[in-house]
């Protein structure tokens, strides 16, 4: 059941006061203020050398699930978790933060687990969690198996500090229920318990912008020989990760690091911290436009070991206009000028850091404390602010407002109809658009399909966690659709702030509401490393161009990369999605230069956009500009050979939202929207079908125009 205002504010003290008792106990998670996003089930179960055992659906040990509840079940006269996913929070007493192999024997009941079991904990080096399966084997009521534990660390690195989580592995196997283990015992082992260390020293620094002397907050590793991070100080930030509280998180490889070790922390421009003596590796970001410091420093005993570190600008985007944002980030704040926020966006250096308030059929999560001009809290050129994802469904996709005056929660009976929250958001002077369009999540297509031919939405996030994605974009564009590219984060859920951001161009001096101006406008671009400049007659991204049949067009693009970042591979001339020219960056340069003149023949859009060397599915260093339009004739600026078969595509999909089932699971909170989700879709899917029509009547219209205007 939602909680209401006073009953959250309530919740929201009671939290704070469990987050400072947490904290005072060794071991002990710290709890943020937040409502928590997550399922997360206590369970009634006690084991040996374990403190708390739960039921979840995210652990922070690698991989998210589908979630159902756990619950504990007896077994043929033993008890066993039963669910997607069982975690566990090593007593400190028998082990914390140690550096050794640790024996995991795990009893399981084959008839009610979909195999294989996914093992993961929290390990010294990398990532900072390891993995591994154990394979079902059937022909028992019970079996048990034993793995090893590498370099395992138990330091409350996951959700609620849990150290270890058994789950599903991706491959489901049997008629099971997907997500199906049943836990029936797990006993830990130290086999060579290794002695702690006894001699420490200190490490002492302050980071630099190289070229101002302004100190900056920034990224930061630490690791000795081993790839082992120390566990930071108080120095080090207290970041929000949903509802907990922690100052070491994971860099995922798809974000660029200096270091092989990937468990970082941030610092607001100086740090000191006690370590065991030796030589530590050191490593240090403050976003793509700066390069990455990278050194080595030697600690001796009761001495003091300073660093200073100077970063050096790659390229000074901000000089040319441009600022880099991010339009999905999930911190809630209880005040406006929350400085650990601020920090945590101002280390990544982020320009407009877009804290979104997340919704779904039953209430908010990860609140905002006031909105447009109140809610902004802006800080040496670094600005958080106030924006909403809601609604949000796993039906019909996730949207997201910005630069709102009032958060807009639309009730549970209306919930599925999007359309009339789009309206309001543009009434208040938001931006507004579609989350997810990277991966196809949430079943956004459906979102698109309806909301696009109305005019609803501003801009699509095809940018995030790695994956560029443009089919959806492309499509709109030929069908002559106006629609600015951004790209988001999604913290906690996916990267660290900024690891994929928008750039959006101010002219003259920047401030917020000119940067959303620019945004909507579509004076932009999306990368997670390359930067574009791109003009067409000298008409930057966003601009649209009326010419005379036959005019020439004289494209100037240009991409460059931070080395650090990754090796910039070729810069491509894109119009109305075809390729029509590529310029590679040859000989290891970091920048790529296309000048050509075409001919304005019929009206067109173009755009250009960037690669890097790094190229695979789930992990591709991209830039893409948004599109600069060119009328002709004042014809639409479509590929008219290929509208109708984008029509009968978009005309298909829109068909699901009348066909297709809802599937409550595939909402991420189905442990708390299921109910009313299935209540509320058939009832609202009516209210919907004269939306449904009218959009389905416009593609058609769109397809009828187009064999018209053949030649």
Known sequence: MPLNAKDRTASRHLLALAALL????????????????????????????????????????????????????????????????????????????????????????????????????????????????????????????????????????????????????????????????????????????????????????????????????????????????????????????????????????????????????????????????????????????????????????????????????????????????????????????DQAVWTQVAAEDVHVGNLLQMGNITGVYFEQPAWGRAGRFEQGGYLIASGQEDPRTGHIGHTIHQNLTAPIHPSAERYFLYDRVFDQSHRQGGISGYAHINAGWFNARRGLALDIPTGKVDFLEIFQAGKLSLDSWYDFLNLGYRIAPSAGSDFPYTDLPGVVRVYTHVDGQNDPDAWYVSLRAGHTYVTNGPFLEFTVNGHPMGDEIHVARGAPLDVVASAEMNPDVDELDRLELVVLGDVVATERASGGADHARITTRLVADHSQWLAVRAYGARQSEWNTTAAHSAAIYVVVDDQPTWKRTDVPCIVERERAILDELVTKPLVPSEDLEAFVTRKLLVREWPRQQKLLLPRIRAADAIYKDLATRAQVAAP
């Open 22 to 337: 947490a904290a005072t106990s060794l071991g002990a998670p710290a709890v943020a203020h937040n409502v928590e996003a997550r399922y997360i089930q206590p369970l009634p179960w006690q084991l040996p050398h374990f403190s708390r055992i739960y039921g979840m659906g995210y652990a922070e040990l690698g991989h998210d699930f589908d979630v159902s509840h756990t619950q504990m079940k007896t077994i043929a006269g033993r008890r066993c978790a039963v669910g997607n996913m069982v975690a566990f929070d090593v007593d400190t007493a028998f082990a914390y933060d140690i550096d050794e192999p640790v024996e995991l024997t795990v009893t399981y009941a084959p008839g009610s687990t979909t195999g294989p079991l996914m093992v993961q904990w929290n390990q010294n080096g990398g990532v900072g969690r390891g993995e591994a399966r154990i394979k079902v084997e059937p022909g028992a009521t019970f079996r048990t198996a034993t793995l090893t534990l590498d370099r395992a660390r138990f330091a409350k690195f996951g959700t609620r500090g849990v150290d270890l989580a058994i789950s599903t592995a991706d491959d489901k196997e049997g008629g099971l229920p997907d997500g199906q283990v049943a836990v029936c015992g797990v006993r830990l082992e130290r086999p060579a318990k290794r002695a702690t260390p006894t001699d420490f020293g200190t490490i002492e620094f302050e980071v630099r912008d190289g070229g101002t002397g302004a100190q900056v907050p920034a990224r930061v590793g630490i690791y000795d020989a081993t790839g082992r991070a120390p566990l930071p100080s108080t120095d080090a930030l207290l970041v929000e990760r949903f509802a907990d509280k922690v100052r070491h998180l994971a860099v995922d490889p798809r974000a660029f690091w200096p270091s092989e070790s990937r468990v970082a922390f941030y610092v607001n421009g100086r740090y000191s911290g006690r370590v065991p003596v030796g030589r530590y590796e050191v490593a240090v970001t403050h976003g793509p436009e700066f390069h990455a410091y990278h050194g080595h420093i030697d600690v001796h005993k009761d001495e003091v070991a300073h660093l200073s570190v100077a970063l050096e600008r790659f390229a000074d985007l901000p000089a040319r206009g441009w600022y880099s944002g991010d339009d999905h980030i999930h911190l809630a704040r209880d005040v406006t000028r």
